[in-house]
């Protein structure tokens, strides 16, 4: 039995946009465009680094973005560079330590490069010392799964102002990609993952299953691969096709585990391997009941970072 719903529903979905489109024409289209202010955008080419080992002086937060605007980039006159500090690990008793943005620089777009398609392009990195410097905390402050923020803001030649406050989910989405604020998360160094059973949640938000990699299934959602040659495939049984593996009953939710033997493994990688409808999510568990992976829905496939501070 095939999943008719979720393909029936996105039949008619399309068939009612066809529809509103053939019957409106171009008028609506005519209009909105008309009496649209012209803005602009700051779309997210390559994010090329936003994950910074603790007490590693060469790490960085870096990103390659690309300004879009009617004007093929005239009209941004500057962008602004702020900066900010999450403490995320305020231990009882302690003072919280998060910071107000800062003004750390203003870029000129005069110096930025064209891109393939005629807008302006630049990389932005910023090392650690960088970061802590510019900000009223020293490195003794920054700990494992804390976050520096950098945020930019387009100031266009009128002296309008565009960035993250002015996001809607368009311009976040996949098409533009237009975030203005990133998260740079300090992280400890990877290590030996901690012996004894790890424990994966799963859920699933429609409540048929895990489907990874295509609409009816598509084998294991989560691969664990050990150092010392071991694999597990982990995830939710999905009712309209023969996973292939040893999935776990539950179509909304369950529990799996397995084992990490004591002195044989130097490392463990986590490789997800997709979220065909955007409904999945789960959660890594040590054998310390530290959750050191908290997967969200819609999460792109690849490896799953672990928090090490947290194992």
């Keep these: 039995m095939k999943n008719w719903f979720k393909h029936i529903t996105i039949l008619f979905a399309g068939a ?89 620089e203003t870029l000129d777009p005069s110096s930025f490069e064209n891109g393939p398609f005629g807008f302006p392009r630049f990389s932005y990195e910023i090392a650690l010392p960088e970061l802590v410097a510019a900000l009223p905390i020293s490195n003794a402050d920054v700990d494992g799964s804390d976050q520096f923020t950098v945020r930019f803001e387009l100031v266009l030649t009128d002296g309008r102002r565009y960035s993250f406050d002015d996001n809607t989910g368009t311009l976040t989405g996949s098409f533009f ?14 290590k030996a993952p901690t012996a004894g059973t790890w424990t994966v949640e799963m859920q699933d938000a429609f409540g048929d299953g895990w489907q990874p990699t295509t609409s009816d299934g598509g084998g294991p959602g989560l691969i664990v691969t050990l150092s010392d040659g071991t694999v597990y495939e982990i995830g939710l049984c999905t009712p309209y096709e023969d996973p292939g593996y040893d999935c776990t009953d539950g179509t ?40 050191v992976a908290d997967v969200p829905t819609g999460t792109d496939p690849g490896p799953i970072a672990i928090d090490y501070c947290k194992d």
């Excluded at 990609?177 to 990877?190: D, E, G, I, N, R």
């Design 16 to 104: 009612a946009l066809l529809a509103t489109s053939c019957d409106d024409g171009d008028a609506v289209i005519d209009q909105v465009t008309a009496e649209t202010e012209r803005g602009a955008i700051l779309r997210t080419v390559n994010l090329i680094s936003n994950e910074i080992p603790i007490g590693n002086d060469d790490s960085n937060f870096a990103v390659e973005v690309e300004i879009q605007d009617s004007e093929n980039g005239d009209l941004v006159q500057s962008v602004e560079v702020y900066l900010g500090f999450r403490d995320n690990t305020v231990a009882e008793g302690e003072t919280d330590l998060d910071t107000e943005e800062v003004l750390a």
């Design 177 to 190: 990609s237009s975030p203005f604020l990133y998260t740079a998360t300090v992280v400890c160094p990877p």
């Design 252 to 291: 909304s939710s369950g529990t799996a585990t397995f084992e990490v033997p004591d002195g044989l493994t130097e490392a463990a990688v986590f490789d997800f391997q997709g979220d065909f409808w955007g409904e999945i999510s789960f959660q890594i568990i040590t054998p310390n009941g530290n959750t």
